[in-house]
């Protein structure tokens, strides 16, 4: 057993971290980072969202998420069950009054698709055939519209060395050397892991979104859509 808040402040003040970066970061909102820091679980709307939260934010941190979210379950999920009151099924006559109700509802529903497929068809088969798809010239332009997947480095400050490699870790360099002040690389995709010597010298966005970097100096991430995670180099 160990403390979960204590542990997670311990590792964001070591790595110089404030609320705003890490909101940034993990796109969860700053009132329930400090909520997981002083376990103040009841001020987190549901449980489910305690345990996706506490993963992220360890994670985010260079931390074991599961070994946070087993810790909370041990000591407050189980807890939280024994107090709900077993479940009474509902008294067998008082289903048997509502199935005349359920019938007649299912009947009306039935009913009602019956009428409008009949309809359809009828505009189908007397309305004339036309080969436009309403809506279908909408639906493309705003599917060409989509902003491309793609992983954006700009140099900043002084610029900063960097590795980039997609999908695994383990794969093929597609990016090495310095991005210097005012330089952008750019790479198609949407799984990234990116070795950082200096984070402050580079910008990066990834789908048009900004990706926001701990200021440690060598650092090692895996960026994708949905969140940025620091690893061990």
């Known amino acids: ?30 009132k329930y980072i400090r909520a997981l820091e002083e376990e103040d679980f009841d001020a987190i709307p549901g449980d489910a969202y305690t345990r996706g939260f506490l993963r992220t934010y360890a994670e985010y941190l260079g931390l074991d998420g599961e070994v946070y979210v087993d810790e909370y379950a041990s000591r407050f999920l ?12 509902s008294p067998r006559r008082i289903r048997t009054r509502h199935r005349p109700i359920e019938r007649r509802a299912v009947l009306l529903v039935l009913a009602g698709i019956a009428v409008v497929t009949a309809l359809v068809f009828a505009a189908w088969r007397y309305g004339g055939s036309t080969s436009h798809t309403p809506g279908l010239g909408t639906q493309q332009k705003q599917k060409h ?17 960097v590795e980039v490699r997609r999908n695994k870790a383990s794969g093929n360099v597609d990016l090495q050397g310095t991005v210097g002040a005012g330089e952008t690389d750019r790479l198609a995709g949407s799984r990234f892991y990116l070795l950082v010597r200096t ?35």
């Not at 519209?145 to 060395?161: E, F």
């Not at 926001?212 to 180099?233: I, S, Y």
Request: hydrophobic share 35%.
């Open 1 to 30: 057993m160990f403390d979960i808040g204590h542990s997670l402040r311990e590792a964001r003040e070591r790595q110089g971290l404030g609320y705003p970066e890490i909101e940034l970061g993990t796109k969860i909102r700053a």
């Open 78 to 89: 189980m807890s939280w069950r024994d107090e709900v009151p077993a479940r009474r099924d």
């Open 145 to 161: 519209s989509a902003p491309p997947r793609q992983l954006v480095l700009r140099g900043v400050s002084r610029g900063t060395y």
């Open 199 to 233: 984070p402050a010298g580079l910008h990066i966005t990834l789908n048009g979104r900004a990706v926001a970097l701990p200021n440690v100096h060598n650092l090692c991430v895996r960026v994708t859509p949905q969140r940025t995670t620091r690893l061990h180099c």
